[in-house]
């Protein structure tokens, strides 16, 4: 079955640091991969999206790597702040009509002033 | 600023009552989705919606069904409660042209079913 897996242990960063996430998956071959971002009892919100053709994207100070090969994405957030702390998920999607797309269970980041 | 409005942040239900979790867009987007977020279990897609009328049955629909009669709205059914579906509930809508937008979702309804 479909499987996307985040490191489910906190990450904890000095700020200033770079954070990397990781996200891998198993049994899917997504056309797009999604990121975001959740706070605490909020809904996710939309950070940044990368294509299947696509190796990197970048936004401010927010990168995304994608993998096909290795069924791996990696979101790297530079000079991190106590403010970027917050729980981070991706999602993949397939190539269809709806867009569906399956998350997941993201990994917290805190940042340490 | 694009929205979508969940009616509810906090809900409490007893068990067998039958519970409505509204969802409005004001984006003019064609896709709506509920999930459900469990702590360990992520984002789970209930429900569908590409069109008006349209429904398609996500990954765990049972003891749910949707309505959508405006393309703005779509609604969440919960026929008969029972504590198991005390979660976070998500309401997310988007733009299917390209693929390359995101989700918008709303703020959730925590419901708590006693």
């Known amino acids: 079955s479909q499987k996307i897996e985040q490191n489910s242990e906190a990450l904890n960063i000095q700020e200033g640091k770079t954070a990397t996430l990781t996200c891998n998956y198993t049994?899917?071959?997504?056309?797009?991969l999604q990121w975001y971002r959740q706070d605490p009892g909020r809904g996710p919100v939309f950070l940044l999206l990368i294509r299947e053709n696509e190796k990197e994207k970048r936004k401010e100070r927010l990168k995304v790597t994608f993998d096909t090969t290795l069924k791996q994405s990696l979101f790297h957030i530079t000079a991190s702040q106590p403010a970027d702390s917050a729980t981070y998920l991706c999602a993949l999607g397939a190539t269809s009509g709806t867009y569906k797309y399956i998350f997941g269970t993201g990994t917290r980041l805190k940042v340490l002033a | 600023d694009v929205k979508v409005t969940q009616s509810s942040r906090y809900l409490v239900k007893r068990t067998g009552e039958k519970v409505f979790l509204e969802c409005v867009q004001d984006m003019d987007h064609e896709n709506m989705f509920w999930y459900r977020q469990d702590p360990g279990l992520g984002l789970r897609l209930i429900y569908f919606s590409y069109d008006v009328k349209m429904k398609e049955k996500g990954d765990i629909p049972e003891g749910y069904s949707v309505s959508r009669e405006k393309k703005e709205r779509f609604s969440l059914i919960l026929e008969s409660a029972s504590t198991n579906q005390t979660s976070m509930y998500l309401c997310?809508?988007?733009?299917?042209?390209?693929?390359?937008?995101?989700?918008?979702f709303g703020s959730g309804t925590r419901l708590t079913v006693v």
């Open positions: 997310a809508s988007s733009d299917p042209g390209t693929g390359g937008f995101g989700y918008t």
């Open positions: 049994n899917y071959s997504p056309a797009y």
